[in-house]
């Protein structure tokens, strides 16, 4: 005989799933799993009449599995998700209220400096990464795969449109192209995976209702800050990663939460957009030194936006997606040791953004952030070998490099074979400091890559890893010793490299920074004009001539 079928969940009869329980004798713990279904939802459009009878039955349901959970262990998750705090008391709701709520005069003036100085630095790298090679495949891939959609402008490209998620695609892949934005600590990169997705956003919008400025800044450090706060519940996400790449899960988040705050959603469909964004997150790390890894700001900053846009429509998602609820996996399916706290909605007393409390980390050439401490400690020693002198050190010299570097896999790479691997080898950016006293943009191009005297000295090189020094931005260090022929042993050590938060670039080196990108692309007045624009931004009535000046 076949079973009934199972009534229609909206809206909820309770009556009508009771008796289809009876009929056809499900399992109590089945049961517990459907009228938890059934809880969630009465609690999310406050039914009190069905809520009491479901509570009710689910508690008599209880007093059934109870002995059977203790022997088998059978879905603990399901009895403990009914214990669970209604739906506004959850840490994802919470989110949702953050979203939703907060405003631009909770940015203090550190917050919008700081967050200023990241646009600035988050355009150029992309009008820099919009010359390169993986940029024109994502582009080419997406004008001839999808058809034409002329809104939202492309990094560099004058005339140039697409749909805007496809925007936000390409130009998010173009900012990631090189390995040149900003990093934060925990580890991500954040700007790149919300910028593209409010800029494309903002295009979208209608001419007579642009975000001003102030708007658009306050949405950018809505997606930062969702970023951190994520990041913070789990002491595994302070470390360099292993297994999935930070921005592909944490960046998509803050897309989709900049987005709904632009899109003005309200708390439910913000913390909506969240949960949606949960399912559309992650990339392994394996993908990291090859073309596809800036395929994951791109993914991260169109997901989120899409997220957000969907939520706009009225899709639901899990509404205790951020919640630690045992046995049921949210986002601590990506964090193992993820402990949620709540965001306290802003008020009167403001909001304090934790870009107040730590600054942001800026790159002075195209590389892995670790790259850093190893090529200033090189840097050191190639002025110890040519004083004065803005020389070359000659291979000839050197018998031996030793290098004490974090322990972490896809960073020590011997002998790299293309600019992305490049870009992520301890070894091939002490060697290339040590030969020429600083790592550039060009110190990944072909020519330079394949010099007899870099080749010379990477088969030199030895490395150790130290106990006393971890895999974790915020505490690593690099030593390099280089042994010459006549026996005499160089050392050069770095705690804390020019840019690291700790020791931010100055306002005029991040120009400079800003100039060289920009400057591949544009013209000199338009470089100048777009730095006005931006170090201006939280002036601006809309952002229309910011949009302007990005092609």
Sequence with gaps: MDKPALPCFFPVNINSHCNYIRQVQLKPNISIHLLTAILLYQRERKEKNNLRKTEAMISTLQKTIRPMSTVRGLHKSAVEVFNYPAHEDTVTASFGRFISEVKPQHLSPVVLHRSKRMVLDSVGVGLIGSTTDVFELALQHCQNMYAPDDISSVYGRKGTRLSPTLAAFVNGVATHSMDFDDTWHPATHPSGAVLPAVLALSDMMPANSKPSGLDFLLAFNVGIEIQGRLMRFSNEAHNIPKRFHPPTVVGTMGSAAACAHLLSLDHSRSSHALAIAASLSGAPMANAATQSKPLHIGNA??????????????LEASPLVLDAVPGVAGFNAFYEDYVPQP???????????LLEEQDMGFKRFPAHLGMHWVADAAASVHKLLVGGDHGTVSPA???????????????????????????????????SALLDGEVTVQSFTPAAMMRPDLLALLGRVHVEHPHDNPANFNRMYAEVQVTLVGGDILRGRCDTFYGHWRNPLTNESLRKKFRNNAGAVLPSERVERLIEVLEELDRLGDCTHLLSQLQ
Aim: overall charge negative.
């Design 343 to 353: 965001l306290g909605s802003p008020d009167d007393n403001g909001h304090m953004f």
């Design 397 to 431: 010299e050197v018998q031996e490099i030793l290098l004490r570097v974090p322990q972490s896999k896809y960073i020590n790479r011997p002998f790299p074979e293309s600019e992305h691997q490049a870009r992520h080898s301890f070894q091939f950016n002490a060697c």
């Design 301 to 314: 900053s169109r997901l989120g936006l899409e997220a957000a846009l969907l939520a706009s429509r009225g």
